[in-house]
């Protein structure tokens, strides 16, 4: 990952190093609670940059921190995973755009000021499209969407899966969220992961195509949540 002459900034430099002690805890389909695999998260993955860039813009916008804003928004840019909207209440792919990390580019422009040299660099991350792995014959890199869950507010979507395939989703909220996630597959239940932290995470071996998720912020405050699939 290169961040280059940005990582003299206090606030990016002590995000990024605080990110690489980060874990994530979650459940296997009909078995209980058990461990994750290490490499699920582990440092330089693609889902471990998206949430630090993720935890970054958090931090940039409550200390209002132009530079480290647009840190953020290129790190998601080049994460290496797929940008995704719902539609008709599925999550897939949208290659064409990032509306997240143009979002965060924007917002730098707005911190920014009079600082010329700054909104330029921002103006040049508008006009970049996701880089790394968006397409190939297994499927291309791990989706993502970012949207903000009100307290106490559930999410419905569903997911397509191949099956017999193993099969992970994770949710990353930011601040004081309590994420959950619930994952169904038809009438049965196969994940029910609790909202006891800011992660969640549900790995299971698909039998199907098609499973429901419901997401759930059980937090006090509004959160940022990422919800990442491979």
Request: with cysteine; charged share 20%; hydrophobic share 45%.
């Amino acid at each position: 990952m290169k961040t280059g002459r940005n990582l003299r900034f206090p606030l990016a430099r002590a995000v990024l190093l605080a990110g690489f002690g980060l874990a994530i805890g979650g459940c296997v389909a009909a078995s209980g609670p058990a461990p994750v695999e290490a490499d699920l998260v582990a440092p330089g993955s693609p889902e471990a940059r998206a949430e630090l860039a993720l935890r970054l813009a958090s931090e940039a916008r409550r200390s209002h921190d132009a530079r480290a804003m647009l840190v953020a928004a290129r790190m998601m840019l080049t994460s290496g995973t797929r940008p995704a909207v719902l539609e008709d209440g599925a999550m897939v792919a949208n290659l064409e755009s990032d509306p997240v990390a143009h979002g965060w580019a924007r917002e730098a422009i707005a911190l920014a000021g009079n600082n010329a040299a700054l909104v330029g660099e921002a103006e040049q991350v508008l006009a970049m499209r996701p880089r790394g792995v968006l397409r190939s014959s297994l499927g291309g890199g791990p989706l993502r969407y970012v949207r903000r869950v009100s307290a106490n507010e559930s999410v419905r979507f569903n997911i397509s899966t191949q099956p017999r395939v193993p099969a992970r989703l994770a949710a990353i909220g930011d601040g004081d969220a309590r994420i959950g996630l619930m994952v169904s597959a038809g009438n049965a239940r196969i994940c029910d992961q609790r909202a006891r932290s800011t992660h969640s995470l549900c790995t299971w071996q698909a039998a199907r195509e098609r499973h429901d998720v419901t997401l759930i912020n059980a937090g006090p405050l509004a959160s940022d949540v990422m919800i990442l699939s491979n």
